[in-house]
């Protein structure tokens, strides 16, 4: 199983739910992660980042997935 498998697995069971948006928030994520050459952290205060996001049902989940990908929280 590939490291972005088993993360995306994660991120859903510790959501407790599968949901396209969480989903697709961890691929972009992760994407950005590659993108930029960081690793995962375990501090809000090592990496930041911005998503624009609508007030449909997916955006929070979207948001969630991202945190979850990159270990920080939204703020």
Known sequence: ????????????????????????????????????GVERTCSSSELHWFVEIGDNHGAQYFLDGVSYATGTTAR
Do not use: D, P
């Open 1 to 36: 199983m590939t490291h972005e498998r088993k993360n995306l697995e994660n991120a859903l069971a510790f959501y407790g739910h599968k949901c396209w948006a969480s989903a697709a928030g961890v691929r972009c994520g992760l994407a950005a992660q590659r993108a930029l």
